[in-house]
């Protein structure tokens, strides 16, 4: 059993930056995958970063170049670091570890909500 805790949202105006954390029990480096999705009311889920125990990255393209996603290993914790927030960028962030097929884990969500 893995548990995430995400915590970092927040209000905050557009051009801002938001730093998320999830805190995961055990050691993150047994967990194939993290990641971060987020829903917007009114919308579809989408995947918006994920990172391999390989340190490989990759980003949903509306948010290339502007979020950024890591880990800590000896804290336990992976970050989604956001800059030059939108908008559109509004939703419930959810952290993610995927595990193998058909296991998977999420966080209880965290509110970024990006208005002047």
């Known amino acids: 059993q893995v548990q995430l805790v995400e915590s970092g949202g927040g209000l905050v105006q557009p051009g801002g930056s938001l730093r998320l954390s999830c805190a995961v029990s055990?050691?993150?480096?047994?967990?194939?995958?993290m990641g971060w999705y987020r829903r917007a009311p009114g919308k579809e889920r989408e995947l918006v970063a994920t990172?391999?125990?390989?340190?490989?990255?990759n980003y949903l393209d509306s948010v290339k170049g502007r979020f950024t996603i890591s880990r800590d290993g000896a804290k336990n914790t992976v970050y989604l670091q956001m800059n030059s927030l939108k908008p559109e960028d509004t939703a419930v962030y959810y952290c993610?570890?995927?595990?193998?097929?058909?296991?998977?884990?999420w966080g209880q969500g965290t509110q970024v909500t990006v208005s002047s």
């Open positions: 993610y570890a995927y595990i193998k097929r058909n296991v998977e884990y």
């Open positions: 055990g050691s993150i480096f047994s967990i194939p995958i």
């Open positions: 990172i391999s125990s390989g340190d490989r990255t």
